[in-house]
């Protein structure tokens, strides 16, 4: 993808120059314009690739659907008139819907505004409370910088006043989340707002609705993100322990699993989430206290088909395996067999052979007699088949090293098996391969026994060369 930002009118200019001077079709126009800037390195994701549309009135410019749209949601807020507010958020959030590129052309021609009217407007009538926000939920996604104060207020108390109702819930819970991705000061000003008890709220008070659960679920594991790249320090530790200290948040999700035994996209839901809350050793054994640990290995087992359920449930376990007790809890239910299970059974996913060997590499640390289980039970053998798999992989083949090193740092009668396995041949192209497994690939071949050639690195100085 390109790195140069051009403006959606650059791009509408050039299209209309083609239809002008070369005299082609609009659809022929579009796709020159988009080639022409994509073949000088421009990044033309929030383009909206179209030929404007004609405009209602004579004299006006023309436009793009979208925008068009939004003119008559405009008018129709100032206007008053509810039916026709209703219709064209309709409209408008479907458009928005579609691609980021119409949402941000909105976004940068006053949308947020018009929007937050309408939900003003709508307050008082459910049905176009719902379409407000879910108009607005439809805009922010991918959008949050849109948010102001006045917005996050709105939101804030919809979800007070309105928490006995799942579909207003539902909706107001996936605007805060859209505007909390990426966007680290949203994220703290909701949490100071008092979102964190409303989100644990709706999951306790709507616990047998899936939407309301698995919104609630992901909005609070986004308050633990630290994805905003403009801030060089966020609160997401913070924001994990008052979940879990201030809101009881590990006990909410491990109860509000128990209503969906069969429904494995809300079990992978809040298996997610409490990975993102095991920031503590208590929270990790916490977790397993209150049957968190049963659920998640069960779930593994009923759901090993399920590569999207399978990759959460492991990122789940190789984060409370944090805890040396858990450690052993966890082994002791069978888990060490399952996690071999899911990466043979998904070979070919990077991502769960990735969390299947980081999982087991959790559990052999420090843990003499784990790694006597995890040889048994094949786990060498299933990273090594991982790295074979997956040899571009960097983050497969950085889990599997430092898996290996963990099994025989402690054990070195694992060292022979797991050489006659093929290992010194797969570590040594992962540190040819990947500068960033060099070290846990050095360390692992060393605590193999194997030879290990120190590698030069040229530095650009004269006379200078490091190790």
């Given at each position: 993808m390109g790195s140069k930002q051009i403006a959606q009118e650059t791009f509408d200019d050039a299209v209309q120059e083609n239809i002008a001077e070369f005299e082609?079709?609009?659809?022929?126009?579009?796709?020159?314009?988009?080639?022409?800037?994509?073949?000088?390195?421009?990044?033309?994701?929030?383009?909206?690739?179209?030929?404007?549309?004609?405009?209602?009135?004579?004299?006006?410019?023309?436009?793009?659907?979208?925008?068009?749209?939004?003119?008559?949601?405009?008018?129709?807020?100032?206007?008053?008139?509810?039916?026709?507010?209703?219709?064209?958020?309709?409209?408008?959030?479907?458009?928005?819907?579609?691609?980021?590129?119409?949402?941000?052309?909105?976004?940068?021609?006053?949308?947020?505004?018009?929007?937050?009217?309408?939900?003003?407007?709508?307050?008082?009538?459910?049905?176009?409370?719902?379409?407000?926000?879910?108009?607005?939920?439809?805009?922010?996604?991918?959008?949050?910088?849109?948010?102001?104060?006045?917005?996050?207020?709105?939101?804030?108390?919809?979800?007070?006043e309105h928490g006995e109702d799942g579909e207003v819930t539902l909706a107001g819970i996936r605007c805060v989340r859209h505007a909390c991705l990426k966007h680290e000061r949203n994220r703290q000003d909701f949490v100071k707002g008092g979102v964190l008890p409303l989100l644990t709220a709706a999951i306790v008070q709507h616990g047998s609705n899936a939407d309301v659960v698995r919104a609630a679920s992901s909005a609070l594991r986004v308050m633990t993100f630290d994805d905003d790249i403009r801030v060089p320090f966020g609160h997401a530790h913070d924001h994990a322990k008052m979940i879990v200290l201030e809101n009881d948040g590990l006990r909410v999700l491990i109860e509000a699993a128990k209503a969906f035994t069969d429904n494995s996209s809300v079990l992978s839901e809040l298996c997610a989430t409490l990975s993102r809350l095991s920031v503590r050793n208590e929270f990790c054994q916490e977790i397993v206290d209150l049957g968190g640990l049963n659920f998640m290995v069960a779930l593994l087992a009923d759901c090993i088909d399920h590569p999207d359920v399978v990759k959460q449930v492991l990122s789940a376990i190789r984060a409370v395996a944090g805890n040396d007790d858990v450690k052993d809890a966890i082994v002791n239910a069978g888990g060490t067999g399952l996690i071999v299970l899911a990466i043979s059974h998904h070979l070919p996913n990077p991502q769960i052979c990735e969390q299947g060997c980081a999982a087991l590499c959790m559990l052999a640390l420090r843990k003499p007699e784990n790694c006597n289980v995890i040889m048994e039970g094949g786990g060498a053998l299933a990273a090594l088949q991982a790295m074979k798999a997956h040899p571009r992989e960097v983050a497969v083949q950085k889990q599997a090293c430092m898996l290996i090193r963990n099994l025989v740092s402690r054990s070195r009668d694992f060292s022979q098996p797991i050489l006659e396995m093929g290992a010194e041949n797969l570590i040594t192209e992962a540190r040819a391969a990947h500068r960033d497994c060099d070290d846990v690939a050095k360390a692992a071949l060393r605590d193999l026994g194997c030879k290990v050639e120190l590698r030069e690195l040229w530095t650009g100085q004269k006379g200078s060369l490091a190790q």
């Open positions: 082609m079709d609009p659809e022929e126009a579009v796709r020159e314009a988009v080639q022409q800037f994509e073949s000088q390195g421009v990044d033309l994701s929030n383009i909206v690739k179209a030929v404007r549309q004609p405009a209602s009135e004579n004299g006006q410019k023309q436009k793009h659907e979208i925008l068009l749209t939004l003119d008559s949601l405009e008018k129709a807020v100032a206007d008053c008139s509810l039916a026709e507010v209703a219709q064209q958020l309709g409209v408008f959030a479907d458009q928005c819907k579609e691609q980021l590129a119409f949402r941000y052309l909105a976004g940068q021609n006053g949308a947020y505004s018009v929007v937050f009217s309408a939900c003003q407007l709508a307050l008082g009538d459910r049905n176009l409370m719902l379409k407000a926000f879910s108009t607005l939920s439809a805009l922010l996604d991918g959008q949050p910088d849109l948010l102001d104060s006045a917005g996050q207020d709105l939101l804030l108390q919809t979800l007070k």
